[in-house]
């Protein structure tokens, strides 16, 4: 998957209340590896915004 195809996999639960299981099975690839991906973005997210300094 590309990045972009990443972060709308990971906006959709966050977004929309889908669950990351369901679209983790859609994309095929497993449910450990979307939350990863998943822990990664809030983490990125929360830097940007300034919530950890």
Partial sequence: MTPISRERLIR???NEGVQLKTLAAQAGI??????????R???IAASRS???R
């Fill in 30 to 39: 497993s449910l450990r590896c979307a939350c990863k991906w998943l822990a």
């Fill in 50 to 52: 300034g919530v950890d």
């Fill in 41 to 43: 973005y809030r983490s």
């Fill in 12 to 14: 959709r639960p966050l």
